[in-house]
Antibody, heavy 120, light 110 residues
């Protein structure tokens, strides 16, 4: 069974940092591309970042470029999101999402999400 | 980039069909056959129900169907059921090599 489990969320002050993790199981992690998608409370989905299988290609949304860093460890079946210089606008549930193979940005598996709250 | 345009809400009675539109530009929806649709129930993660405009993942009911004309993609749900009440989001690949989501549509089953 495919499983994605996020962790690392919590309450952080403006300007602070957090590192999110996503542990994958039930499939060959290195075969897939991954993304982070976030959802502010009561709002819609917002794509955050993409990383290719071997981490050779990475993209970020303009809203997080220069502040967030996506990475992965294929040996540990894990995806990460380092978030620096956090602001209130970054408050959201953060989901890791697996991309369906041979389909651009179709996310066929999602974690349960981890809540990040940026507040004084 | 602004979100793809979806109606904020739609409603229908059990057994009826409804259609949710997703309007973009030639730089996203109109330029690529890479439109996906997601269903999200309250408190849950989104679920992929349509990919590449018209395709259903294994296990998704054939009551869900997708289409596209020009810069507008559409999701149709036929034989509406109470369990279909949820939020629905479209997304599309864009010229920036990144995806763009729609603002979301709340479906109410009357």
């Amino acid at each position: 069974e495919v499983q994605l489990v996020e962790s690392g969320g919590g309450l952080v002050q403006p300007g602070g940092s957090l590192r999110l993790s996503c542990a994958a199981s039930g499939f060959i992690f290195s075969d897939y591309e991954f993304n982070w998608v976030r959802q502010a409370p009561g709002k819609g989905l917002e794509w955050v970042s993409y990383i290719s299988n071997s981490a050779n290609t990475i993209y970020y949304a303009d809203s997080v470029k220069g502040r967030f860093t996506i990475s992965r460890d294929n040996a540990k079946n894990s995806l990460y999101l380092q978030m620096d210089s956090l602001t209130a606008e970054d408050t959201a549930i953060y989901y890791c999402a697996r991309e369906r193979t041979s389909s651009l940005y179709s996310f066929d598996s999602w974690g349960q999400g981890t809540l990040v709250t940026v507040s004084p | 980039q602004s979100a793809l345009t979806q109606p904020a809400s739609v409603s229908g009675s059990p057994g009826q069909s409804i259609t949710i539109s997703c309007t973009g530009t030639s730089s996203d929806v109109g330029g690529y056959n890479s439109v996906s649709w997601y269903q999200q129930h309250p408190g849950e993660a989104p679920k992929l129900i349509i990919f590449d405009v018209t395709n259903r993942p294994s296990g998704v009911s054939n009551r869900f169907s997708g289409s596209k004309s020009g810069n507008t993609a559409s999701l149709t749900i036929s034989g509406l059921q109470a369990e279909d009440e949820a939020d629905y989001y479209c997304s599309s690949y864009t010229d920036n090599s990144t995806p763009l989501f729609g603002g979301g549509t709340q479906l109410t089953v009357l």
